[in-house]
């Protein structure tokens, strides 16, 4: 089976950082992916880790620990814009790729 | 070059009835995987396919069916319709390679049973 896990809501301050975590269990491992979802809007691609390590684009930057099974989004410099769901994705050996519940993300003023 | 196009975007229709949804993928793609969005809930996984092949196959229903056409473009067919098969439907298309797991998105159909 797979299962990925995220928190399900997560509140910060517009200009704050914020890391939104992701555990996985998948029966073969290919990496971890994020997407952001707008309210009403399609899911967009936002990075993803095939190896361990830190990857960074821009005011978002995501990490993978294959040994730990774990991942995170970190969002720097947080504006209102991103307020948004936040979902992380892995993809097995059966190339299907399966998403968490998602992270809502409200911003603050 | 051109997104996924989904269609149609907004669909009402009554219990028991079936329905059809359309999906062109991006040109090149060869993947087409579905995926059902209810409100809070995470994006379920419906079916995948690739090269008209179903590759895979999520936790639903027989109810839930698909196919995929030589020009890539898919369609999902939901039969016996019920009141929990109100939705926002999303297909996503990719080149179907193991170490490109960028999925894109179409806008969705919003699927209403009543």
């Known amino acids: 089976g797979q299962s990925l896990e995220q928190p399900s809501e997560v509140t910060a301050v517009e200009g704050a950082i914020v890391q939104i975590n992701c555990t996985y269990q998948?029966?073969?491992?290919?990496?971890l992916s994020w997407y952001q979802q707008h309210d009403g809007g399609a899911p967009t691609f936002l990075s993803y880790?095939?190896?361990?390590g830190l990857e960074e684009t821009g005011r978002f930057s995501s990490f993978l620990s294959r040994s730990d099974s774990y991942g995170y989004l970190l969002l720097q410099e947080l504006q209102m814009k991103d307020s948004a769901s936040y979902f992380c994705?892995?993809?097995?050996?059966?190339?299907?790729?399966?998403f968490g519940s998602g992270t809502r993300l409200l911003v603050r003023p | 070059k051109a997104g996924v196009t989904q269609t149609p975007r907004y669909l009402i229709k009554t219990r028991g009835q079936q329905v059809t949804l359309s999906c062109s993928p991006i040109?090149?793609?060869?993947?087409v995987s579905w995926y059902q969005q209810t409100p809070g809930q995470g994006l379920q996984f419906l079916f995948e396919?690739?090269?008209?092949?179903?590759?895979n196959k999520g936790n639903f229903p027989g109810r839930f069916s698909g196919r995929q056409f030589s020009n890539s473009r898919s369609e999902m067919n939901v039969s016996t319709l019920e009141l929990g098969d109100s939705a926002l439907y999303l297909c996503?298309?990719?080149?179907?390679?193991?170490?490109?797991?960028?999925?894109?998105f179409g806008q969705g159909t919003r699927l209403t049973v009543v």
């Open positions: 996503a298309s990719s080149l179907g390679g193991v170490a490109n797991t960028e999925a894109f």
């Open positions: 998948t029966s073969g491992f290919y990496g």
């Open positions: 880790n095939g190896l361990d």
């Open positions: 994705a892995s993809m097995d050996s059966s190339y299907k790729l399966i």
């Open positions: 040109s090149g793609h060869r993947s």
């Open positions: 396919y690739f090269s008209e092949t179903q590759r």
